[in-house]
């Protein structure tokens, strides 16, 4: 692990060396809210924007990815499968972010591996950013996620007030780090204290102390219980809470033609809508909203924790934050703890 | 509000002993300066029920899933014109329906007052001072001016004593709306812009849509059992479908333009779309475009309880020689 | 009507020529585009006929359709208000695509791209009109873009 330190008015021309070899994608702003998108110029990062609306693994896992296109004609066919993974740069990416890509690696690497993922996560270089504030919703810490910790990025950026403490994770991090002249070395008197002291203050900023306890065994006895269909009574059932979520990763296959030529898309999927285990033969076992509303929660905090061994939520807080009728996962949390 | 609070309570509990099955009012939220929609079925769960600026959700939707039952249900003036639409349409049996009105002094809008009070916020009442509310929390007070306040579609409100319910909640109120608010500024706006532009406008906005259909979903004029936008196909035959699951531009489009159209000369007004949306579409200035034409062209008289589309009138204006 | 006729014109020899998708009813408009072709009436072949029943039969998402799939213009011709086969049908028509129209406006497109006509089946010269019309006026303007499918 190399430590080093990284002024405030060199980020912007580290930036620029990175976009000479990398396509930058990173946070920025519209209007009052944050999109992760491809830059053109540095000047566009919003390095300490406020938590993005769609989560940054729409990087790695597209809302919608050519799988492959066809076409027809005097007796031919051309099938061109496509996997595109540029050299890039996934820049800003907040700890809990982070942390959502090695759930989403235990989904898509599992053999075999989704060749499109594999691909993306190859040739990306991860650069993480501590959170400078928290949000009302956030719960991170319940999942063991520091918000000043980069575990998962290649270099991790800090602010310490003056400069950015530059973390690098990863010998890919390393080889960045050491060839970039923005980079230099001063030894930071107690730097572990004021990263101490920076997650104290931010845990202090979440609203709510969600503690997790053994959640998955709990949720166990309480498949049937009348609490999922009371739940679901202000459900909406739309998608938001599902295209917001860093670790969300239903899609569904679609073929379009246009005549003689055509393709097929990935594209993300919803538990919650009506048609998400429709069958053919019109017969749907999650007919009603609330096995829909109650398959999600057993998902993000059981199922996937039985399956892949990691927690299938990362306290990130956008569902909290953007549900319209106010279906929240700590209280759900809290109140399974209490059944 | 308080009093508000306390009188509604007493309504819920008389109406739940005296054979409505099932109450729907709002409940405190777990986020700052928020409420959310409540069920209740039994006495003791009307002692959550409040009412306050941040009960912004138009709770009417929610009957459709309950119409075999008998159901009492609070509504704002801006809620209440969706009773009368789904009635028409048939999806609801008036007599099964207890309206419960609330005189509304207006919704908060949440995102500026968190903008100017911070995101930690913990209210301990709310006063309603008529041209402002006193919000009051530990260590003060703060007072804040309806007019820079309030959600948009309560500055243009001219219906916030509804009308035709069967209990009403608390004393007439004073109108809300703001003399010099103008409602069609932005979209004159606009509709000033070159073509070109007005389609850029347009593309930034519908190139965010999600399709999460939250729009869809909370719009009491979205009705339908099987959305032109829902219809289950086998994964082959996807291409026959209006839309794909795909996002694109064109199919984003396509959805919201056809949303607006279908809801074109039903639409309430609740603008509970566009609060919904987690990419911020301002959805209204479609909807509120299309009822102003709907007006313009066809007049104010509902000749069919479908709405302005499913009539016609001889004399209607012709412009297509 | 000869095909080279409609697409060449004087001096361009590659000039980008506009699609046109028509929706024209089966009793009198499309009647009157069938006369125009019997009377040997020119007009550009820029246009795609869509035979519909009746005018009002035409849904709005056909209209954004043909604009996804790459259509410059769409036209939907009806019979006169008063004279529909089915009576009131296109009394519906003329009240949905007034309204449609001004929201295909308010959201980017140019007006002339949604044209609406009435034209009777005695009326070939007409239908014949009313396409070298909407062709010029889609020339000035360009290939529409709104919408269009670029994949």
Known sequence: MVLKLLSKERLLPFIERLMQKFLLVAPVREGNLTFYQPVKTAAEVAVDAPRSVVPPKEWFFPQTEEIYRYATGSGNLSLAGKVTAPPAVLFGVRPCDLRSFDVLDAVFLHEPADRYWAARRENTLLIGVSCNTACPECFCTAYGISPVKGTG????????????????????????????????????????????????????????????????????????????????????????????????????????????????????????????????????????????????????????????GIEGCVGCGRCVALCPVNIDIREIIATIRRL | MKEITE???????????????????????????????????????????????????????????????????????????????????????????????????????????????????????????????????????????????????????????????????????????????????????????????????????????????????????????ECAFEQAVPGWQQGATWVSKAKSLPDNYHYHLIRAFHVAGRCTGCAECERVCPVGIPLMLINRKLAAETTALFGEAMDDPCGALCAYSVADPDEFE | MSVEDGVKREGEKNAWEPRIVAFLCNWCSYAGADLAGVSRLKYPANVRIIRVPCSSRVNPQFILRAFQRGADGVLVAGCHPGDCHYVTGNYFTRRRLALFKRLLEFTGFMPERLKVRWVSAAEGSRFAETVKEMVEELKDLGPNLVMREGR
């Open chain 1, 153 to 308: 990025a290649d270099i991790h950026l800090t602010d310490i007030g003056t400069a950015y403490l530059a973390e690098a994770l990863t010998p890919e991090g390393e080889e960045i780090v050491l060839s970039s002249p923005e980079f230099y070395e001063e030894k930071v008197a107690g730097i572990e204290e004021v990263l101490g002291a920076k997650e104290k203050a931010l845990t202090e900023e979440f609203a709510v102390q969600v503690e997790i306890g053994d959640i998955p065994a709990k949720m166990a006895r309480l498949f049937d219980h009348p609490y999922w269909e009371e739940l679901s009574r202000r459900c909406l059932g739309c998608g938001i809470c599902t295209y917001v979520c860093p670790t969300c990763h239903c899609f569904d296959i679609t073929d379009e033609n246009r005549g003689n030529a055509g393709w097929r898309l990935r594209c993300w999927d919803a538990c919650l809508f009506r048609d998400y285990t429709l069958h053919t033969s019109g017969h749907n076992p999650r007919h009603a909203l609330h096995q829909r509303l109650r398959n999600r929660f057993f998902h993000k905090l059981k199922y996937n924790q039985d399956r892949y």
């Open chain 2, 7 to 225: 009188f509604l309570r007493r309504e819920a509990a008389r109406l739940l002993s005296e054979g409505v099955e099932l109450f729907i009012g709002y409940g405190a939220g777990t986020r700052p300066v928020s409420a959310r929609p409540l069920f209740a079925t039994k006495l003791e769960e009307v002692a959550e029920l409040v009412f306050n600026p941040f009960c912004v959700h138009n709770l009417v939707k929610y009957l459709l899933r309950h119409a075999d039952r008998k159901v009492a249900v609070v509504v704002k003036g801006c809620d209440r014109p969706a009773v009368d639409r789904l009635v028409a349409e048939r999806h609801l049996d008036r007599g099964r329906i207890t309206l419960v009105g609330i005189p509304c002094g207006g919704m908060l809008a949440r995102e500026r007052l968190l903008a100017e009070l911070g995101p930690r916020l913990h209210i301990e009442a709310v006063e309603d001072r008529g041209s402002s509310f006193t919000l009051r929390f530990p260590g003060g007070e703060h007072t804040l001016e309806k007019k820079k306040y309030l959600m948009e579609k309560c500055l243009g409100c001219t219906r916030n004593n509804p009308a035709g319910v069967d209990v009403v909640i608390g004393k007439e109120v004073l109108p809300v709306a703001d003399p010099e608010h103008d409602p069609f500024k932005e979209i004159r706006e606009i509709e000033a812009l070159p073509a070109l532009e007005r389609a850029a406008f347009w593309e930034k906005f519908f190139g965010r849509c999600l399709r999460c259909y939250a729009c869809r979903e909370v719009c009491p004029a979205c009705s339908c059992t």
